[in-house]
């Protein structure tokens, strides 16, 4: 069919999939603001499954690393691969833990279980600043705030931490994978998921972000495997489809499917069927479509491009002025209907914020980096 191509007869980039990772980056956001108002539970989350956006995220770096890499390695080392990726990735990573760190004392909130800030010493704070910058993981040890986290100044960064392992391990052996090993891999992990899905107590897959806790560590490779594996069949495999109104039908699908309120109790075996289903076929089937979709006006060019521009800074910047936002309303005992302006404003200094630290510090610092890191292999 004439609509259909090859995806390894053209490398086009794929502006609409970086639209696509800001606009799961802006859900992300929106659900951790509005987290606070349902602690006690989960299932009354308003943005449900805006969770999920991690394993969209890591369905799309395997897509990604696979298309943008695969063909590559006869003229790429190792070293190369991991240059690369280490500059794509690490200055954020540091912003982000150094943002933490500045952020912290305004985050007292001891009604959710958090440690008392007065009781953690700047030298304390420092460690495990560093340690974050590293992307060196810590355990109930060096916690400072009370949730077990990796990564306490910054919590989303667990997901930065699974993320470097997929790239690991596709550098060290899923490049040289070929297409039914890595088909058999793929349904290993979907059983694996399934298994978690339908065993959890909870009723869904949320989790992944404590390093001394077996049962969160092997969450966090759970949701890391079947999204990675299948992103990268996928571009291994795929043949891209051009359709019209891509960037906005895939969009909004993705934003009403991380929506969509919890189906049921804690046990509803709906919720765990819709979040397979959302895994399975909605997510690689929004890539698919977005991979294959063409954008011809400029305005939304435009809009991609900017999403897909702050898509990792807000991702990783944003979560210190949540803090501060949830102590905020615990200790003020403040509702959803009384405190929703001040959540709308943590999202608009989330997006400032982003924007600054990718114009100002994030592409000046990765482009320093490759002149002196890459400069013969541009």
Sequence with gaps: MKNIINIKASKPHYVILDGLRGVAAIMVVLYHVLEIYS??????????????????FFLLSGYVLGYAYDDRWGTMTLKDFFKRRIVRLHPMIIAGMLLGALLYYFQ??????????????????????????????????????????????????WSLFFEYIANIVYALILRRTSKIILSILVIFAAGNTIYYAFTNPLGDIIGG????????????????????????????????????????????????????????????????????ICL??????????????????????SLCKFLGDISYPIYITHFPFVNIYMAYIVNN?????????????????????????????????REWLRKKLLQSHK
């Design 333 to 365: 005992n403040l509702s959803l209907e009384d405190s929703w302006p001040y959540g709308l404003l943590v999202v608009v200094i989330s997006l400032i914020v982003a924007y600054l630290s990718m114009k100002f510090y994030d592409v000046p610092v």
């Design 209 to 276: 972000w404590a390093i001394d806790d077996p049962k969160q560590l092997r969450i966090g490779l759970t949701r890391l495997a079947f999204p990675f594996l299948a992103g990268l069949l996928l571009a291994r495999t795929g043949k891209l489809r051009f359709i019209k109104n891509a960037f906005l039908l895939t969009a909004l699908l993705l934003v009403i499917l991380l929506s969509i309120p919890h189906l049921g109790g804690e046990n509803n075996l709906w919720n765990r069927f819709y979040e397979c």
């Design 39 to 56: 602690q006690n539970n989960h299932a009354l989350q308003i943005i449900n499954h805006g969770y999920l956006a991690v394993d969209f």
């Design 280 to 301: 399975f076929v909605f997510f690689p089937l929004i890539i698919w479509l977005g991979a294959g979709g063409k954008i011809k006006n400029k305005k939304t060019m």
């Design 108 to 157: 007292d909130a001891p009604a959710l279980g958090w440690k008392e800030t007065s009781d953690v010493s700047i030298m304390k704070l420092l460690l495990i600043m560093a340690l974050g910058m590293l992307l060196i993981p810590v355990g109930k040890s060096l916690d400072i705030r009370g949730w077990n986290e990796m990564y306490p100044l910054n919590g989303p960064a």
